[in-house]
């Protein structure tokens, strides 16, 4: 069972333009939650990685937020750029072993016209 | 340069084959993962290690086999590629602890099996 789903599945902005991604989480008990993006045919890149006590931590134009009591995060991006178009993965971290397991959401497909 | 590595990038091979995907990380991590990616879907857990002759199965069953003989390499291989094996396959390393930095990634290898 997939316990991280993410918002809107895809989504098509013009350049310049501001957007926020969801996404919703049920891991438990939580540790961290990170935000990758990823460029067609390629590994994901690290964006943001928030734990419990923090509630926002920017990257440049990516903001993202976490609200641990709902099990809600966001990821705004400013500004946006053609080479933001990407999927944004959103995976959370649980404490409930030494591995630390990760929960991956299936992404959203952002395109950026210009 | 500190990086991780995956070779090939894109294999297309007959059923029947054997095949191994190499990845390699100069970051001196302990960790290092496989994961399997379909277009549209999340990642999933296939193997990983903790270090050194330390290998262990992911989330979703695989047929594929890996091996930890070096710390910065972490080869799987398929004994008879089949169709089904068709996917992306994603390698990542991290540090023993959670320092917060997360997963690095490589950038994959498209894998086609005719």
């Known amino acids: 069972k997939n316990q991280v789903e993410q918002s809107p599945q895809s989504l098509i902005i013009l350049e310049g333009k501001n957007c926020t991604l969801q996404?919703?989480?049920?891991?438990?008990?939580?540790?961290?939650l990170r935000w990758y993006k990823q460029d067609t045919g390629r590994g994901p890149v690290s964006l943001t990685i928030m734990t419990f006590s923090e509630n926002t931590k920017s990257n440049g134009r990516y903001t993202a937020t976490l609200d641990a009591d709902t099990k809600q995060s966001s990821l705004h991006i400013t500004a946006s750029q053609l080479s933001d178009s990407a999927s944004y993965i959103c995976v959370v971290s649980d404490r409930g072993s030494t591995l630390g397991r990760l929960y991956f959401g299936r992404g959203t497909q952002l395109t950026v016209w210009p | 340069e500190a990086d991780i590595y995956q070779t090939p990038r894109y294999l297309v091979i007959g059923t029947g084959k054997k095949i191994t995907l190499e990845c390699s990380q100069t970051m001196g991590h302990d960790k290092m993962y496989w994961y399997q990616q379909d277009p549209g879907m999340e990642l999933h857990l296939i193997h990983y290690s903790y270090g050194v002759n330390s290998t262990e199965k992911g989330d979703l069953s695989s047929e594929s086999t890996v091996s930890r003989i070096r710390t910065e390499h972490f080869p799987l291989t398929l004994e008879s590629a089949r169709p089904s094996h068709t996917s992306q396959y994603l390698c990542a390393s991290s540090e023993s602890a959670d320092s917060g930095v997360g997963q690095f990634f490589g950038p994959g290898t498209r894998l086609t099996v005719l």
């Open positions: 996404c919703n989480y049920t891991v438990s008990p939580f540790s961290n």
